[in-house]
């Protein structure tokens, strides 16, 4: 019994100091120091704690539509997103915060990948305002509390000024009216 | 003796004027040219203009733009970038992207220290990332500002660019 009165007290102190701690994230760091730990200072900037899964990544996903501004992309993906480009032009972005989709969406994907959610890159396509073209573009889908949704915080930024939020966590259902993509390639987010 | 008084007073209150207006370090529209290898380039400046003064020794690529209406453009020189923005039948400066042989319209070239940057341009400034900029208001909202940055690495200015006013379609 005493050592349950004892016990008792260091539960409740180590509760709370992990609860004044600083934010943990998930995942795994990618093992380029200077990468890692910019992306941990923005997590650590952006999420709480004490909030859901989904409460950080709607956080991170504001972040990243306010914290870019859009410049044309000079990157060579013509091999694709490997892990290589992937983290090279998220570090790009977290430097010199400019770049467009293609920067966007890894850097997305190398936050999120942090925070635990399994992350892919869409190599996809998005139709203009006024519907006169599809233009190539890329965004992500991400795993989140079991279920898969697309994030596209550049065209909730630039195409949906008064809805944002809207383009965060989206379902197939949503985004095909805006954007295509090879829908065997990439999960289903119903 | 109160002439004395008088004269100390005088003094006393032009010291004080002179420190109240001391800072004279800003940023202003001015500020938005770079000379890069001799050559003043300044934004907004249609883009054929700048190729003649800089050379053809540059490698060139286009796509549909996620953002704005036509192409984004680049022009890439060993130490230098140049971002476009479609306006009609031209094509003129949004950004200008330096990494080599600059000087900013204050004679700030690479190499700089912070302290330099901000003795020359004040402490008005944006720091996010490795990046410090100077930006002018914007005539609308939705647009992003003019501005002046200098990209910093180890406290040491890496880069200089300039960016146009602009607004996404």
């Not at chain 1, 279920?147 to 809207?166: K, W």
Request: hydrophobic fraction near 40%; aromatic fraction near 8%; charged fraction near 25%.
């Amino acid at each position: 019994m005493r050592k349950c009165v004892w016990l008792a007290p260091v539960l409740a102190l180590l509760l709370l100091l992990a609860a004044c701690g600083g934010y943990v994230p998930a995942g795994e760091p990618t093992g380029n120091e200077t990468l890692d730990a910019d992306v941990l200072s923005v997590l650590e900037e952006v999420c709480e704690t004490g909030n859901s899964l989904e409460e950080n990544v709607r956080a991170v996903y504001d972040w990243v539509a306010e914290a870019i501004t859009y410049r044309a992309s000079t990157a060579d993906t013509s091999e694709g997103f490997t892990e290589e480009v992937t983290e090279e032009l998220a570090a790009d972005m977290l430097s010199k915060r400019r770049g467009a989709c293609d920067g966007e969406a890894a850097l997305m994907a190398v936050l999120l990948r942090r925070m635990g959610c399994e992350t892919v890159i869409v190599e996809g396509q998005f139709l203009r305002a006024d519907g006169s073209e599809w233009v190539d573009h890329a965004w992500v889908i991400a795993r989140i509390d079991g279920s898969y949704y697309h994030l596209d915080p550049l065209y909730g930024r630039y195409y949906a000024e008064n809805d944002i939020a809207s383009y965060c966590m989206a379902g197939d259902s949503f985004l095909e009216a805006t954007h295509q993509w090879d829908r065997e390639a990439y999960p289903a987010c119903p | 003796m109160k002439k004395i008084a008088a004269l100390t007073l005088c003094v006393l209150l032009l010291a004080g004027l002179c420190a109240c207006g001391g800072d004279s370090a800003s940023f202003t529209s001015d500020d938005l040219s770079l000379t890069v290898h001799g050559s003043v380039v300044t934004v907004e400046t249609p883009v054929e203009e700048i190729l003649s003064l800089l050379g053809q020794d540059y490698d060139y690529a286009e796509a549909i733009s996620c953002v704005y209406e036509g192409m984004d453009k680049t022009f890439d020189y060993a130490d230098a970038t140049l971002y476009t923005y479609p306006d009609g039948d031209a094509d003129r400066l949004m950004e200008l992207y330096c990494t080599g042989d600059v000087q900013t319209a204050k004679g700030l070239g690479l190499g700089a220290s912070r302290d330099d940057i901000v003795k020359l341009y004040g402490s008005d400034c944006k720091e996010a990332g490795s990046v410090l900029a100077y930006e002018l208001p914007v005539s609308s909202p939705e647009n992003l500002p003019a501005s002046l940055y200098f990209l910093l690495k180890d406290g040491t200015v890496e880069a200089i660019a300039i960016t146009a006013e602009h607004r996404a379609e």
